[in-house]
Structure formats: structure tokens, C-alpha cells
């Protein structure tokens, strides 16, 4: 007999059995393509949050009420103010107005007395200026400072971001990570001279460079640690017009790459010709922000700043 007509013998037509296997597959296939949807859609969305990251902040640098005082001096009196990413900002005012002492306190030289200050999202009021050098906000400062003894060169690498150092073991035995990262140290450290034009003088030790050269020198120290944002104090004092130029033209420069550069400078035809925006701050607190045409037409700047209105 057939075995087919045995089937049928016993209820089990080959109709019915053709219908039964692929509903039994069509049973496992949904299964299977249902649990492979959803596998897709959770991996499609973990992947979709991780390329996203957390969400910016709206400015990289914000200050919030933040107060300093010396004893009986207020040297700051609830200062607040944003930085805009991306550009050159000013920092204006009178002597004696808490600029200075403002960049000691975002860069973690002094600690407010109250306040917050945070650079990308990140609360940094606390913490200290080495931790706050390694989440990208640098500084530099009024008066050059260098090591005597170093070379240009020298003085390049040691403020070189993630910078191996001397160490026994490594002296001993060798580390071809840090053979490697003092190679990539040292190719930076001759782009950024030639960058500002210090490569002719890359052997000299840093007491025989003039005025301007240790300002070039202090932004190069900047640069070589990998700075999301740059504090400037003052980069263009007591150097020639031509020099000053150049400093400004290196600032706009770092701010078309993606940097953001806050600026104190006293000379407003810099400040007029390389700054977006402008804030001022006088006897501790923050006076005006704006445009450098806002900020000269008010009338609070013009009598604190400016000495009266014009």
C-alpha cells in the first residue's frame, strides 16, 4: 500500500500534512523574526544613543554669581557670564576690576568663596588646575613665565599633553609607548614653533628670547596641551603694533580651528578688530555684555570703563 494511502488510513491526509509543516515554520520563522526585530531595533537604538554622546552644552565656559574676597576686599562680587564657542571673547574693564583674579579662579588657582563655574558641563570650581588643564582649559598668564634653564624646545615638551616624563623604569628598560608619544610630542613642539615663528630661535634658552618671543611662547605652551578653550591674559602687552597684529590674527586663527579663546587686553583696537563678543567687568561684577559696539554705547561701561560718556 502507498504510503500515502497509509496516511489516510489513519486521518492524516497529505492535505492536512502539507498545510501542518509550514505552519509549524511559519510559527517558528515569526518567532525567530520577531525576536530578530527586536534585537535590531534595541541594538539600532544603542547604537544611535552612543554615536549622539550626551548632550552638549549650550556654552562651553559659564559662570555663575561667583564671589571671592580677600579679607575685607571684594576682588569678586557675584560675576556671571557664558562663553560663546568657537570665538574670540573679550574680557574688559578697568584696573582693579577682577579680571585677572577671575582666570585664577576658572583655572583653579583660587577657589571662590561661592559660586559655580563649569566648562563643558563639568563642575570645575573645586578642582584643582592640573585637572583642570587635563579637561582641556588652559591659560596663560600676563607676565611670561618659562624655565630658565630650558630651551625653547625644552619648554615646548614639557607642557606637552600627556607628557611621559622621566621615570627609572622607563630609562632602564625602555617603553615604546612612551618612545612613541615623545616622538609625536616632539613633531608638535616644531609645528607649533614654526606656527608662531620661533623656529629660529628653538635652541635658545628662553632668558635670551625677547619680550614678544616669550608671548609667542607662552600661547605655544597653550597649544601643546591640547586645549579646548585658551584663557589669554593680556598675550599683546607691552609688545610693538606689527607683533600685536600678529597675536591677533593667531587668536582668530585658533577660533576658526574649532578653539574657544577668552581674551583679556586692554588695547580695544584689538579687542574691536579680533572679538565677536565682549564682556565687562567692573569692581567684581559683570557690567555689560555684547557686541563691541553695544558694550562702548552703554552708558554704565562709558562712565566705569571709559570715564564718562562721550
Request: proline letters at 5%; charged letters at 25%.
Given at each position: 500500500?502507498p504510503?500515502?494511502?497509509?496516511?489516510?488510513?489513519?486521518?492524516?491526509?497529505?492535505?492536512?500534512?502539507s498545510?501542518?509543516?509550514?505552519k509549524?515554520?511559519?510559527?517558528?520563522?515569526s518567532?525567530?523574526?520577531?525576536?530578530?526585530?527586536?534585537?535590531?531595533?534595541?541594538w539600532?537604538?544603542?547604537?544611535?544613543?552612543?554615536?549622539?554622546?550626551?548632550?552638549?552644552?549650550?556654552?562651553?565656559?559659564?559662570?555663575?554669581?561667583?564671589?571671592?574676597?580677600?579679607?575685607?576686599?571684594k576682588?569678586?562680587?557675584?560675576?556671571?557670564?557664558?562663553v560663546?564657542?568657537?570665538?574670540?571673547?573679550?574680557?574688559?574693564g578697568?584696573?582693579?576690576?577682577?579680571?585677572?583674579?577671575?582666570?585664577?579662579?576658572?583655572?583653579?588657582?583660587?577657589?571662590?568663596?561661592?559660586?559655580?563655574?563649569?566648562?563643558?558641563?563639568?563642575?570645575?570650581?573645586?578642582?584643582?588646575?592640573?585637572?583642570i588643564?587635563?579637561?582641556?582649559?588652559?591659560?596663560?598668564?600676563?607676565?611670561a613665565r618659562?624655565?630658565?634653564k630650558?630651551?625653547?624646545?625644552?619648554?615646548?615638551?614639557?607642557?606637552?599633553?600627556r607628557?611621559?616624563?622621566?621615570?627609572?623604569?622607563t630609562?632602564?628598560?625602555?617603553?615604546?609607548?612612551?618612545?612613541?608619544?615623545?616622538?609625536?610630542?616632539?613633531?608638535?613642539?616644531?609645528?607649533?614653533?614654526?606656527?608662531?615663528?620661533?623656529?629660529?630661535?628653538?635652541?635658545?634658552?628662553?632668558?635670551?628670547?625677547?619680550g614678544?618671543?616669550?608671548?609667542?611662547?607662552?600661547?605655544?605652551?597653550?597649544?601643546?596641551?591640547?586645549?579646548?578653550?585658551?584663557?589669554?591674559?593680556?598675550?599683546?602687552?607691552?609688545v610693538?603694533?606689527?607683533?600685536?597684529?600678529?597675536?591677533g590674527?593667531?587668536l582668530?586663527?585658533?577660533?576658526?580651528?574649532?578653539?574657544?579663546?577668552?581674551?583679556?587686553?586692554?588695547?580695544?583696537?584689538?579687542i574691536?578688530r579680533?572679538?565677536?563678543?565682549?564682556?565687562?567687568?567692573?569692581?567684581?561684577?559683570?557690567?555689560?555684555?555684547?557686541?563691541?559696539?553695544?558694550?562702548?554705547?552703554?552708558?554704565?561701561?562709558?562712565?566705569?570703563y571709559?570715564?564718562?560718556?562721550?
Amino acid at each position: 500500500m502507498p504510503l500515502w494511502r497509509r496516511r489516510r488510513q489513519y486521518g492524516e491526509p497529505p492535505e492536512t500534512r502539507s498545510l501542518r509543516i509550514p505552519k509549524l515554520r511559519t510559527s517558528r520563522v515569526s518567532e525567530s523574526q520577531r525576536v530578530l526585530r527586536a534585537v535590531r531595533t534595541r541594538w539600532g537604538t544603542m547604537q544611535t544613543q552612543e554615536l549622539r554622546g550626551p548632550r552638549a552644552p549650550a556654552y562651553p565656559l559659564l559662570v555663575e554669581n561667583v564671589r571671592l574676597s580677600f579679607g575685607g576686599l571684594k576682588a569678586l562680587d557675584g560675576a556671571s557670564f557664558h562663553v560663546t564657542p568657537g570665538i574670540v571673547t573679550g574680557l574688559i574693564g578697568p584696573n582693579g576690576a577682577g579680571k585677572t583674579t577671575m582666570f585664577n579662579v576658572i583655572s583653579g588657582l583660587y577657589r571662590a568663596d561661592t559660586g559655580s563655574i563649569s566648562f563643558m558641563g563639568q563642575a570645575i570650581e573645586t578642582m584643582s588646575p592640573h585637572k583642570i588643564s587635563r579637561l582641556g582649559l588652559v591659560r596663560t598668564f600676563q607676565i611670561a613665565r618659562g624655565f630658565p634653564k630650558l630651551t625653547v624646545f625644552e619648554h615646548l615638551m614639557v607642557y606637552g599633553a600627556r607628557q611621559p616624563g622621566e621615570r627609572l623604569l622607563t630609562a632602564v628598560f625602555g617603553s615604546a609607548e612612551a618612545r612613541q608619544r615623545e616622538a609625536e610630542l616632539s613633531e608638535k613642539a616644531l609645528t607649533i614653533a614654526a606656527r608662531l615663528r620661533l623656529s629660529h630661535v628653538i635652541d635658545n634658552k628662553v632668558t635670551d628670547l625677547s619680550g614678544g618671543q616669550k608671548k609667542l611662547l607662552e600661547i605655544g605652551r597653550a597649544l601643546m596641551a591640547d586645549p579646548r578653550m585658551i584663557l589669554f591674559d593680556e598675550p599683546a602687552a607691552g609688545v610693538n603694533p606689527t607683533l600685536a597684529e600678529e597675536i591677533g590674527d593667531q587668536l582668530l586663527l585658533l577660533a576658526e580651528e574649532g578653539l574657544t579663546v577668552l581674551l583679556i587686553e586692554h588695547d580695544m583696537a584689538l579687542i574691536e578688530r579680533i572679538c565677536r563678543r565682549v564682556i565687562v567687568m567692573a569692581q567684581g561684577r559683570t557690567l555689560a555684555e555684547g557686541s563691541f559696539e553695544d558694550v562702548r554705547n552703554n552708558a554704565e561701561v562709558q562712565d566705569a570703563y571709559l570715564g564718562g560718556r562721550r
